[in-house]
């Protein structure tokens, strides 16, 4: 059973780092496209980034350039989204998603339709 769940979610200040996990069962994090969306409250999912199946580019919406950093682990089959300098503005749901498969080039964010499986999200905020 292909499955994603995300964990490392959490309430931290303004300024602060919360770095959070997606693990994978099912298939290969490096066989699929693999992106990062959110969902605030009262606003539309947006994509945070994706990484690129075969080379593991990465890319990333411009409201989190420089600050969000995505990887994956092959070994521990997981994909992780490290959030710096976090502001009241990143506070969401965040969801994990997995690639369809048979798309190639580069991952896209901004395409939800590109993504097939999805978390359950785990919530961040961030407040003082």
């Known amino acids: 059973q292909l499955q994603v769940v995300e964990s490392g979610g959490g309430l931290v200040q303004p300024g602060g780092s919360l770095r959070l996990s997606c693990a994978a069962s099912g298939f290969s994090v490096d066989d699929y496209h693999m992106s990062w969306f959110r969902q605030a409250p009262g606003k539309e999912r947006e994509g945070v980034g994706c990484?690129?199946?075969?080379?593991?580019?990465?890319d990333y919406a411009e409201s989190v350039q420089g600050r969000f950093i995505i990887s994956r682990d092959k070994a521990k089959n997981e994909v992780y989204l490290q959030m710096n300098y976090l502001q009241p503005e990143d506070t969401a749901v965040y969801y994990c998603a997995k690639g369809r498969p048979f798309v190639y080039g580069i991952c896209l964010y901004s395409k939800p339709s590109q993504y097939d499986k999805w978390g359950q999200g785990t919530r961040v905020t961030v407040s003082s």
């Open positions: 990484v690129t199946k075969v080379d593991g580019r990465t």
